[in-house]
């Protein structure tokens, strides 16, 4: 089986694809019980027209499809920046074995930095959650994505 860190480059490798059309740049995959990657996703939500366009989502929505089954029992999803409300619920709802995270999202994220929406007691299903791998690389992609924003330039995606 291949570390945290192999399933975290994927994710990154995902970020970067949301940089280069011009979303925030964060991304996501999903991996089975097996190891292989059954998903992947980058944020879209601007040119998708989308709101749950997020990378989350839309690994979840390909691994859905991939497997024939929107429940995704066994499955490990690595994303690059902590999840949201939204994303939180669908983990939840697509039975995710486990959540790893690279950055904290000290706006809006549901795991660590507002709420811990995981540990829930409403919840009928549990998401085992790991954050901070490879949390350097994935909070400097997402600061130079929005320096640049601010300053008028375009971001550089090493």
């Known amino acids: 089986m291949r570390s945290d ?11 970067h694809q949301a940089l280069a059309a011009g979303e925030v740049p964060v991304g996501a995959v999903v991996v089975d019980d097996r190891g292989e990657i059954v ?19 839309r690994a979840l929505r390909d691994a859905g499809q991939r497997l024939g089954n929107y ?3 066994g499955c490990t999803l690595y994303v690059t920046l902590e999840p949201c409300l939204m994303c939180t619920g669908a983990i939840i709802h697509a039975r995710l074995a486990r959540v790893v995270y690279g950055a ?3 706006r809006t994220g549901m795991v660590e ?29 997402i600061k130079t994505f929005f320096a640049a924003r601010r300053d008028g330039s375009t971001p550089d995606a090493s």
């Open 113 to 141: 930095s507002k709420a811990n929406l995981f540990v829930q007691p409403w919840h009928n299903h549990r998401v085992a959650v790991e954050g901070g791998v490879l949390a350097g690389r994935a909070a400097r992609l």
């Open 5 to 15: 860190e192999f399933y975290m480059h994927r994710a990154l490798d995902q970020a």
């Open 39 to 57: 998903g992947a996703g980058y944020n879209a939500p601007v040119s998708s027209h989308d709101p749950s366009g997020h990378a989350e989502i």
């Open 71 to 73: 429940r995704l029992d």
């Open 104 to 106: 904290a999202e000290p």
